[in-house]
Structures are given as structure tokens and as C-alpha cells.
């Protein structure tokens, strides 16, 4: 597992620290944001944001856990959970929960941001209380909707290598464009357009376009 980006961005930790403070009045004192590994399976997800900084063990064990999942994506199940941990069977529940419920914490509220090829970033706000109704939770979705794109972006900014250049031209390249088209939107030569892209590729370490495009996903870069 690697280190989550917030720990190392004063920026992203900013916003994570005001989110958190913003749900005090539904007694989340957690928030953890998981999203796929760029360079592993389908179902392989690291810590991309954890706050407070003392629940990061708990997080890992999360990301390491297969609920919430790729096959879950697969199925029909909803983008949004919402689950009262405290009531898990202590002998047969997940490792993760254990530590959250150590940790104080009763009820979990997820979101899911799906990707392409079946990844997605996941938002999960803990509360050491168990939420009373639907209402409540509803408000906690309705929350991580709002901050998510300015989440994103400090994600991105604090995780990707490519440069403005490089991300502009898998952006163009995302929403269709060939090299040719790319470079008359960007005024420059194809050739210009097919450096970056190459320089991107690398970055990324795949050799195709496409999966420079998914890879940037799966980081938030696009």
C-alpha cells in the first residue's frame, strides 16, 4: 500500500478536514477515499485519502478487503451503502470492521465514482453513532456528490506526473479526437500532440493510447 496522497498534500488535507467538519452535525469524524490501483488487477485498490491520519491502518485493511469490490460493480448493486457495522457478527465479519469498530466507529456510508473498465473511487464517511434514518444518510451522499469534483482535482494534482500538456492531450483524445484534430485545437503540429502522448504513455507504462486514457482515470486525472 502506498502512502495516501493527503498525507503528503497540505491542499487535499485542507478539504478533507473542512468535509469532515461539515458532517459534525451527523457524527462523522472519518472520511476515506479508496480508488483502484493503476498498475494492478480489477479488483486491486489502495488508499488514495484518509483522515484523520490515526484511522489509516483501518483504511488499509478496507482497500484490502474484497467488499464493495469489482464484482460488486459487476453486478446490479447500487452506488451508494449504507451499513451499520456495530450489528456484524464479531466472529465471522471482516477484518476491517473489527478495526473500525475499535476504533469507536458504528456506521459506514459509501459512494461509489464509477471509471472506465470496471474501477471507481469510492467515498466512505464513518460515524461513531448509528444514523437514525434514511434522511440522514441521504444528507451524507448528498455531501460527498458536492465536494467530490473538487476532491478529484486535488487528487489529481497532487498524484499525477503528467504534465498540463500531456493531460490536455489524453483529455482530447478521451472525448474522440485524433492527433490531427488534436493539434488544430491546441495549435501546434501533430507531431507536437503525438510527443506528449507518447511522453504520457510512458508515464502511465503502457504502449497504446487507450490505456494511457484508462490509466489517467483510474488516477483522477481526467
Not at 503528503?8 to 480508488?35: K, P
Not at 488487477?41 to 485493511?61: F, T
Not at 484534430?181 to 503540429?189: I, K, R, V, Y
Request: neutral net charge.
Amino acid at each position: 500500500m502506498g502512502v495516501p496522497v493527503n498525507f503528503d498534500s497540505v491542499s487535499l488535507d485542507g478539504i478533507l478536514s473542512d468535509w469532515v467538519a461539515a458532517l459534525r452535525e451527523f457524527s462523522v469524524e472519518a472520511v476515506v477515499v479508496l480508488g483502484p490501483d493503476p498498475f494492478g488487477g480489477s479488483e486491486d485498490r489502495q488508499v488514495v485519502a484518509v483522515h484523520p491520519p490515526l484511522v489509516a491502518e483501518a483504511a488499509n485493511a478496507l482497500a484490502e478487503s474484497r467488499d464493495f469490490g469489482a464484482p460488486r460493480r459487476d453486478s446490479d448493486a447500487p452506488l451508494v451503502a449504507w451499513q451499520t457495522i456495530a450489528k456484524s457478527d464479531p466472529l465471522h465479519t471482516s477484518r476491517w470492521r473489527l478495526l473500525w469498530l475499535a476504533h469507536g466507529y458504528q456506521t459506514v456510508v459509501r459512494v461509489e465514482f464509477s471509471l472506465p473498465a470496471g474501477r471507481a473511487f469510492e467515498c466512505f464517511m464513518f460515524s461513531p453513532r448509528e444514523l437514525t434514518d434514511r434522511a440522514e444518510a441521504a444528507s451524507l451522499v448528498w455531501s460527498a456528490l458536492n465536494i467530490w469534483p473538487l476532491v478529484k482535482r486535488s487528487i489529481a494534482s497532487a498524484r499525477s506526473t503528467l504534465s498540463p500538456r500531456e493531460r490536455e492531450c489524453l483529455v482530447l483524445a478521451f472525448q474522440g479526437m485524433t492527433a490531427r484534430e488534436t493539434s488544430q485545437t491546441l495549435h501546434c503540429t501533430e507531431r507536437t500532440v503525438n510527443y506528449h502522448l507518447a511522453n504520457a504513455m510512458s508515464k502511465l507504462k503502457v504502449d497504446n493510447k487507450m490505456a494511457a486514457i484508462q490509466r489517467a482515470c483510474w488516477i483522477g486525472a481526467i
